[in-house]
């Protein structure tokens, strides 16, 4: 059998445009990332209400190199769309690090892939850069404030945002920064989290619209002060700029299986940190596109489908929610 690379290299696409389309989405509700990309803006959300019924892919607890849910996921969706069904997929976009670890890619495998592969498993179409550059905004906020007399008077022993990279980059995780004088700040320990880590993945994750995500992270906690009082983004002003970095990020992305079936892959927190499941607007967006929407939750059932279930039982009518759940197990896990 051939490789999952040579798989996806050897698929021949169908424009992004002719996805979009098919599902019902007009010219001017959707962005075009190249031929095989796109955003689709969160306006064709608001025009739609929900219709579809919801499954979520789970499974037991994962090994290292995964349970394979991402792959049932993508499979069953394309044996749906095979006997007919209105079938759509819904995953999580993956994330540098796992893709050049021990973990690899989380664009399916096999012939149950989403394509543009390598793509999906690389920069995509920017979401986590944007993320990253939000993040760290307001860490380069919190260190200006610092540096320019604190009048938060926020206790540098008690900081709790970190910074972010989207790399398995051992050394940063807890390191000093401020160091070379007086104009570079006060020095202080400082970590390094994951994209998938960040409180801003899972703020955008859980996020309804543009006007929600900008109150989300308005409340984020910084750290506290010597009295041990919270101190917010929205203290610092950084939630505007933020909000701004995030603008096109939380439009849902539609890509494709490698049976040409509409797939949108968006957000990516991780189920241990966060809560491990795609985006909440690219879930409804589906929903309100097609009669099945397909979905996988990360880690195993006691993390991300619990997660999952909790989320969609506070945001959803429970009408939405298919009565059945399928769960994945390998002999290797068990």
Avoid at 44 to 61: D, F, H, Q
Avoid at 72 to 91: D, F, H
Avoid at 237 to 245: D, E, I, R, V
Wanted: glycine share 10%; charged share 20%; hydrophobic share 45%.
């Amino acid at each position: 059998m051939a490789s999952d690379i040579a798989i996806a290299q050897a698929a021949k696409l169908r424009p992004v445009a002719d996805i979009a389309a098919e599902l019902g989405l007009d010219e001017d509700e959707i962005e075009l990332y190249g031929k095989y990309k796109a955003k689709v803006r969160l306006g064709a959300l608001a025009r739609r209400k929900p219709k579809g019924r919801l499954v979520l892919v789970t499974g037991i607890n994962p090994t290292p190199a995964g349970e394979g849910k991402s792959t049932v996921t993508v499979g069953v969706t394309q044996a749906l769309r095979k006997i007919g069904k209105q079938a759509v997929l819904c995953m999580r976009e993956p994330s540098l690090g796992p893709v050049f670890g021990v973990k690899g890619g989380a664009a399916g495998g096999g012939y149950a892939q989403v394509v543009p592969m390598e793509d999906i498993n690389l920069h995509f179409t920017g979401d986590f850069h944007a993320i990253a550059s939000a993040h760290n905004l307001l860490s380069a906020m919190l260190d200006a404030h610092l540096h320019h007399g604190n009048a938060l008077g926020l206790d540098t022993r008690r900081i709790t945002w970190p910074r972010t990279i989207d790399m398995n980059d051992r050394a940063l995780r807890n390191i000093i920064v401020g160091l070379g004088g007086l104009n570079a700040g006060p020095a202080r320990e400082e970590r390094f989290v994951i994209i998938p880590g960040s409180e801003i993945m899972a703020i955008m994750a859980l996020a309804t619209g543009i006007e929600d995500l900008e109150q989300r992270l308005a409340r984020i906690i910084v750290g506290l002060t010597g009295e041990k009082k919270a101190v917010r983004a929205s203290d610092l002003k950084a939630t505007g700029a933020m909000t701004l970095l995030l603008k096109d990020a939380v439009n849902p992305n539609l890509v494709q299986t490698l049976e040409g079936g509409p797939a949108f892959i968006h957000c990516g927190p991780f189920g241990n940190i966060a809560h491990g499941c795609n985006s909440v607007v690219a879930t409804k967006l589906a929903l309100a596109l097609c009669d099945i929407v397909l979905t996988e939750a990360g880690f195993g059932a006691d993390l991300g489908a619990e997660k999952s279930s909790r989320i969609w039982n506070s945001a959803s009518p429970a009408s939405s929610w298919d009565s059945r759940a399928r769960r994945k197990r390998c002999a290797r896990a068990i």
